[in-house]
Nanobody, 122 residues
Framework: QVTLVESGGGLVQAGGSLRLSCAASGFTFSTYAMGWFRQAPGKEREFVASISVSVALTKYADSVKGRFTISRDNDKNMVYLQMNSLKPEDTAVYYC???????????????WGQGTQVTVSS
């Protein structure tokens, strides 16, 4: 059973930074691509970033390129999202997701965490 638990969200001023963490269990983490998604109030969930098993490949939404960095530690079964230069429009619930298909361009993100709230004040 795939279990994903996000942490690290909070309230931060515009221009600030946060680091989200996702603890994974119940599956062979080192064979899954991982991703972060977000959902703002009244909006659909959207892709933020993804990372391949080998960490050699990463993909970002245009809106976060150059500000966010996704990383993973296969020894600790953890995936991270470092968020810098935060903007009010980054306010959302952030979700960690796992894809048994290690293809960040055609993934299968079918497992989700419960989410962590990120609020950026102006």
């Amino acid at each position: 059973q795939v279990t994903l638990v996000e942490s690290g969200g909070g309230l931060v001023q515009a221009g600030g930074s946060l680091r989200l963490s996702c603890a994974a269990s119940g599956f062979t983490f080192s064979t899954y691509a991982m991703g972060w998604f977000r959902q703002a109030p009244g909006k659909e969930r959207e892709f933020v970033a993804s990372i391949s098993v080998s960490v050699a490949l990463t993909k970002y939404a245009d809106s976060v390129k150059g500000r966010f960095t996704i990383s993973r530690d296969n020894d600790k079964n953890m995936v991270y999202l470092q968020m810098n230069s935060l903007k009010p429009e980054d306010t959302a619930v952030y979700y960690c997701s796992a894809s048994p298909k290690d293809d960040i361009y055609v993934p299968d993100f079918s497992s989700w965490g419960q989410g962590t709230q990120v609020t950026v004040s102006s």
